[in-house]
């Protein structure tokens, strides 16, 4: 294959994929109200229970103060808690509230199912197959990243 049509194909590939899973994520979201950025910033949460302002940024790939006054929003519907750090006032603490766990429970169960019904007719091996091409097409291009990263 040629060097430019693989470049071509990852870049098609990869926003069909954020497309699709944007559409997806957004059609769940707006059934509680939030949009797909606010949606990830909870699925974080609820992955990692506890973050900074900062991790959170990292933890999504937005910037801090995109990630304050989201989460601003999320706090005024009752979904997220914001409280200083004991240890260090400066520190800012994000965590889902009882409302924000349950609503995004609810958004992965319904996700999850939706999943396993496509997966049903699917072998593993597709599957398997399938993630090892994403890991090693996450792997080049990290290491196109780390090379481009010394580089300046």
């Known amino acids: 294959m040629e060097i430019d049509e693989f470049k071509k194909l990852i870049i098609s590939y990869t926003k069909k994929i954020t497309d699709s899973s944007d559409d997806l994520f957004s059609s769940l979201g707006s059934r509680y109200g939030i949009t797909v950025m606010q949606l990830r910033l909870l699925m974080e949460l609820h992955n990692c229970e506890r973050h900074t302002i900062g991790s959170l940024a990292g933890g999504i790939c937005m910037a801090g103060a995109n990630i304050s006054s ?17 240890k260090d006032e400066r520190v800012v603490l994000i965590s889902l509230t009882k409302k924000g766990e349950k609503t995004i429970t609810e958004i992965d169960s319904y996700f999850n199912e939706r999943i396993a019904e496509y997966m049903s007719g699917v072998d593993d091996d597709t599957f398997i197959t399938i993630i090892n091409g994403m890991e090693k097409l996450n792997s080049l291009l990290q290491s196109i990243a780390a090379d481009e990263e010394k580089k300046t």
């Open 70 to 86: 989201m989460c601003k929003r999320l706090e005024q519907q009752g979904l997220l808690h914001k409280k200083r750090d004991p």
